[in-house]
C-alpha cells in the first residue's frame, strides 16, 4: 500500500479528501497544518506528498523547502485555491511534480498521483521497464510503439529509439509543465549541459514532426521546462489494437 502524507487545512475537503484517496488504496496521514506535516515526515516513511500552498504554522512553500532538504528525491503536489502563474512557477521551481488549482476532479487528482509515483519508482530513467499498448493515439497522429513509427493520414515516418523515448515520455506528461530536468533524467539517464542541447534538438525534430496537427504543440517555460499541449478537440488514448 502506498503511503500518502496530507497536509490540508480545510477540515471538510480534507476529509474528503482522505476518504476518497483510502477507497483506492492509498494509506493516508493527513495534518491541518504544515509544521506538523514536517515533523512526521521526520519520523514515518511516505511514498508521496499532497500540500495545500496556504496553511497555519508553516504555509505549503515553506513545508515543501524543509523536506527538500531532508529528501531531495520526495515526490509531492500542491494543492491551492490561488490561481496566479506565479504560485505554480514557484511551487514548480521548489522542486513539485504538479500543481493543482481547486476546486478539480478528483479523477483528475488520482490519475496525477498515479503517474508520480510511476515516474519516481522509475527514477532511474529506464523507460523500457513499462508497457505501453501497441498503438498510441496522440491528436492525429497515431505512434506505434513496437515499430517505432509515427502515422499521419497513413504516412509512416520511423523514428529513432531516442525520438521514440521521448514521445513516450511527452505521452506519459501530456499537459503538464515539467522541468528540463526531469526529462534529461527520465530520457537521458543523465542531467547535464551537452545533454541538455542533444534534447533541444530533438524536440525541435518532435515539433517538425507533429506540425501537421495545430492542437499539438511543445511549449517551452523559461527557465523552468516543457509542456507537451494538446488543446481541447484533440484526444490522447491508447489502444491495444495493431
Known amino acids: 500500500m502506498k503511503t500518502l502524507l496530507l497536509a490540508e487545512d480545510d477540515v471538510d475537503f480534507g476529509n474528503i479528501l482522505k476518504q476518497y484517496l483510502e477507497i483506492h488504496k492509498y494509506e493516508v496521514t493527513w495534518v ?8 512526521i515526515f521526520k519520523r514515518k516513511a511516505f511514498t508521496i506528498g499532497i500540500f495545500d500552498v496556504m496553511m497555519p504554522e508553516l504555509d505549503g512553500f ?3 523547502e524543509k523536506i527538500i532538504d531532508i529528501n531531495p528525491d520526495f515526490p ?5 485555491a490561488r490561481k496566479m502563474k506565479e504560485d505554480k512557477i514557484k511551487g514548480l521551481k521548489l522542486g513539485a511534480d504538479d500543481y493543482i488549482v481547486k476546486p478539480f476532479e478528483v479523477d483528475e487528482l488520482m490519475l496525477r498521483i498515479k503517474n508520480i ?3 519516481s519508482e ?6 523500457n521497464n513499462l508497457e505501453y499498448p501497441e498503438k498510441i493515439q496522440i491528436g492525429a497522429y497515431s505512434f506505434h510503439t513496437q515499430k517505432m513509427e509515427l502515422r499521419h493520414l497513413n504516412k509512416p515516418r520511423r523514428v529513432t ?6 514521445i ?4 506519459a506528461h501530456q ?3 515539467i522541468k528540463r530536468s526531469k526529462i534529461l533524467n527520465a530520457v537521458w539517464g543523465k542531467d547535464d549541459f551537452f545533454s541538455g542541447r542533444s534534447m533541444d534538438v530533438f524536440i525541435s525534430r518532435l515539433r517538425k514532426y507533429f506540425q501537421a496537427d495545430p492542437a499539438i504543440s511543445i511549449e517551452s517555460i523559461r527557465g523552468i521546462g516543457l509542456e507537451f499541449r494538446i488543446k481541447d478537440g484533440s484526444s490522447i488514448q491508447g489502444s491495444r489494437q495493431g
Not at 122 to 127: C, I, T, V, Y
Open 122 to 127: 522509475r527514477h532511474n530513467g529506464d523507460l
Open 168 to 171: 513516450l515520455f511527452f505521452y
Open 32 to 39: 491541518r497544518d504544515g509544521l506538523s506535516a514536517l515533523e
Open 117 to 119: 509515483i510511476k515516474r
Open 76 to 80: 509531492f503536489l500542491f494543492l491551492t
Open 175 to 177: 499537459n503538464q509543465l
Open 62 to 64: 515553506t513545508l515543501a
Open 161 to 166: 529509439e531516442k525520438e521514440a523515448e521521448l
